[in-house]
């Protein structure tokens, strides 16, 4: 059963710092491309990082120098820095799986960031 399970989301002020994680089972993780993406109120989803099997990252150009993903192959998680949150950082961050022709999504994790 394939599951991900996103965590450490919640209020922060504006200027402050989060650190999600994705613990994944069901699946050969270690060869599946990783990503955050998240959901603002009224806007669509919008990719925010990805980690492919080799390390190789990705980002956003909003949350490039911001935010960090990264990955543990022995945890089977992958994590997401988020430093120096602004308001419009504000939404659920989803955890998303990509491996052959299957795509996994975990049911999110919401970030507020307010003072």
């Known amino acids: 059963q394939v599951q991900l399970v996103e965590s450490g989301g919640g209020l922060v002020q504006p200027g402050g710092s989060l650190r999600l994680s994705c613990a994944a089972s069901?699946?050969?993780?270690?060869?599946?491309?990783m990503s955050w993406y998240r959901r603002a109120p009224g806007k669509e989803r919008e990719l925010v990082a990805t980690i492919n099997p080799g390390g190789s990252t990705n980002y956003a150009d909003s949350m490039k120098g911001r935010f960090t993903i990264s990955r543990d192959n022995a945890k089977n998680t992958v994590y997401l820095q988020m430093n120096s949150l602004k308001p419009e950082d504000t939404a659920v961050y989803y955890c998303n799986a990509l491996r052959l022709l299957f795509a996994y999504w975990g049911q999110g994790t919401q970030v507020t960031v307010s003072s």
């Open positions: 069901g699946f050969t993780f270690s060869s599946a491309v």
